[in-house]
């Protein structure tokens, strides 16, 4: 019996007491049939189609197999994809995240914060994205993430982008008319409300019975109450 193993690197004449610095012979002996190579060390110069031929020397036939070796390597790089820099509250957000460079395809995840949006299927080093805009978004980082089977979770690649969303003010909890109890009459009286909105409202009113207060009674506090795209106000109302 002869055995013959051909790959990207050249052709191979293997006897059962082959054994090189970087490939031997594996099976458990020509006398059952077995044509095997072990390789001692992957290298990518590997990847590719394996042949392998077997066949008696006292025969004309010939028995040939093929597989394909994958010799797995990370992505170089991920790149993240959105449409717009910024989106109004309800406009659709497309996005995109892709993995450049690996083999085989990693698994390619885009987040929104700590929430999973999309993951890419089995085979494809994209995956991609639509959902509408929300007040509660803005400011929340998009992560695209690939994981690979030639890394580890530590050398993940990510790269990452903050959405901005334009969006009206916002009562924190959505708190409507607000009812105050506890003030005395002639004695000084604070009525807080916190709103968020994108970009800072230019104007704020207040309305007490439907009837608008004393403006010369009422004063815009600090600025430094405006935390990062957000808008948080204080106002103060003197009885």
């Known amino acids: 019996m002869y055995c013959s193993i051909k790959n990207t ?21 020509f006398q059952l049939g077995d044509c095997g190579i072990k390789f001692l060390s992957v290298t990518e110069n590997l990847h590719g189609n394996i042949s392998c031929t077997v066949g008696l020397v006292d025969n004309d036939l010939e028995g040939v197999g ?9 992505p170089n790089s991920v790149q993240l994809s959105i449409d717009k820099n ?3 509250e309800k406009e659709e957000i497309v996005m995109s995240c892709r993995a450049l460079g690996g083999r085989p395809a990693p698994t390619v995840t885009l987040y929104l914060g700590n929430d999973t949006l999309a993951t890419s299927k089995p085979g494809q080093d994209i995956v991609n994205h639509n959902r509408q805009a929300d007040y ?3 400011n929340k980082k998009v992560i695209c993430k690939a994981t690979h089977m ?4 530590d050398d993940a690649k990510m790269t990452e982008r903050n959405l901005i969303i334009q969006f009206r003010p916002q009562p924190i909890n959505n708190l409507g ?3 105050k109890f506890g003030f005395f009459e002639g004695v000084e009286g604070i009525i807080t409300l ?3 909105a994108n970009p800072r409202p230019s104007k704020l009113a207040w309305k007490v019975d439907n009837a608008a207060p004393d403006l010369g009674l009422y004063y815009p506090l600090n600025e430094k109450n405006i935390v ?5 106000m204080r106002f103060l109302h003197i009885l």
């Open 9 to 29: 690197i050249g052709s191979l004449n293997m006897r059962e007491n082959t054994k090189k610095d970087s490939y031997e012979y594996f099976g458990k002996g």
């Open 150 to 153: 030639a890394s580890s979770k």
């Open 66 to 74: 093929h597989t394909n070796l994958i010799v797995a390597i990370p």
């Open 86 to 88: 910024e989106y109004k």
């Open 136 to 138: 509660k978004d803005n």
């Open 177 to 179: 008319t607000i009812n």
């Open 194 to 196: 916190d709103i968020f």
């Open 228 to 232: 990062m795209n957000d808008v948080r």
